[in-house]
């Protein structure tokens, strides 16, 4: 029978998806790690011994030895994904990448439209170029993975009108990252497939992107990321394949963390420790990571709000960072999801997960 597992967010990003991801490719090493929402804006760090990558336009499973499969609700960047290929191959990672053929395919014109527009700098932006590429396939101006082994002459077609749409006319300001952007397309093999590639795999291991209150129909606008950041897009894949045995692995911090503009509760000073390790440092784009103590109410909105997408789903939660805190202060009895298993991680290699149901019962 196959069987899917499913990593979210509870928060607002940050919460430790990467690790989580690994800790189950660890355990399930025949699977594939497919992302169902987000793109390369993802941060996920996976440690492996002495070796660390951050996944962004591979999923958290190729450090381990998984391949990669992005489904339609994705974008990609063929310039930023030829240069993590290049890190990961130096890390002996598994660089197989298959795409759904209906992936979105961010431009270098929605990258600078990304960090040019005001409103997107106002409201938080992650400068990878996301939110432009999801509104522009909106309208006419689409283009998808299966564009990338279009003839040539098609492919430069639609990028002149994607140019054309943002206003770029003959600024020669980009020439540079297009041609760099072309030389990459060329360079990459595509592996174009559709959902029923992955009736390969008797596992399936879905690792979200960005958390449950950023999600684009349930955050608080405008300060949402462009996707749904639920369970949503993954069970409707699981659904497609007749994939009835699903469990959900909900990730949240020891704390609460949010990286960029928006609302916040329990903003404050934390004292952390052993977080030399921490990814999410400042950007002039999303600015500083932000901290506050768990807020188990909220906690407990996101789980409920995931339930309605995935009513018959086992689930367990994930507590990251659990070395990270002075004091350490559980109110596990305060959440009203039943879990499976609550795991706990002590230090940023998966290695270090450790069962913790008891301290909640």
Request: net charge negative.
């Amino acid at each position: 029978m196959k069987t899917a597992k499913i990593v979210i967010g509870l928060g607002f990003g940050d919460e430790g998806k990467g690790i989580t991801t690994d800790f189950l490719a660890k355990q399930n090493p025949e699977s594939i790690v497919i992302r169902f929402s987000g793109g390369q804006q993802a941060a996920h760090t996976v440690m492996i011994g002495d070796r660390k990558h951050v996944h962004s336009s591979f999923a958290s499973g190729a450090l381990r030895g998984l391949p990669s499969y992005y489904s339609e609700h994705c974008t990609i960047h063929p310039l930023f994904l030829f240069n993590e290929r290049e890190e990961l191959k130096e890390k002996n990672a598994n660089l197989d990448l298959y795409l759904h053929p209906l992936a979105k395919v961010t431009t270098p014109f929605d990258v600078w439209h990304n960090r040019g527009n005001v409103r997107n700098i106002e409201n938080g932006t992650c400068g990878k170029g996301i939110g432009s590429t999801m509104k522009r396939n909106e309208g006419p101006y689409k283009l998808f993975a299966i564009d990338l082994i279009a003839p040539r002459e098609m492919l430069l077609e639609k990028l002149n009108q994607i140019a054309y749409y943002y206003g770029f006319l003959n600024e020669s300001e980009i020439d540079d990252e297009v041609e760099q952007y072309l030389n990459a397309i060329d360079e990459l093999k595509w592996n174009i497939v559709d959902y029923t590639f992955l009736n390969n795999y008797e596992s399936l291991i879905f690792e979200g992107s960005q958390g449950i209150l950023l999600d684009m129909d349930h955050g608080v606008f405008p300060n949402v990321t462009y996707a749904n950041t639920t369970s949503k897009n993954a069970i409707e894949i699981c659904n497609k394949l007749k994939i009835e045995d699903v469990e959900i692995y909900y990730a949240t911090r020891s704390y609460t963390t949010r990286h960029g503009h928006g609302w916040m509760p329990n903003e404050g000073e934390i004292k952390l420790k052993n977080n030399e390790e921490e990814t999410c440092v400042f950007n002039e784009y999303q600015k500083h990571l932000r901290f506050g103590a768990l807020d188990y109410n909220l906690l407990n909105y996101a789980l409920k709000l995931d339930a309605a997408y995935s009513p018959m789903a086992k689930r367990n939660l994930v507590v990251t960072c659990m070395d990270q805190l002075e004091e350490q202060n559980y109110e596990f009895e305060s959440l009203t999801t039943e879990f499976k298993e609550i795991y706990g991680s002590f230090s940023p290699d998966s290695k270090d997960f450790k069962n913790i149901t008891s301290l909640y019962q």
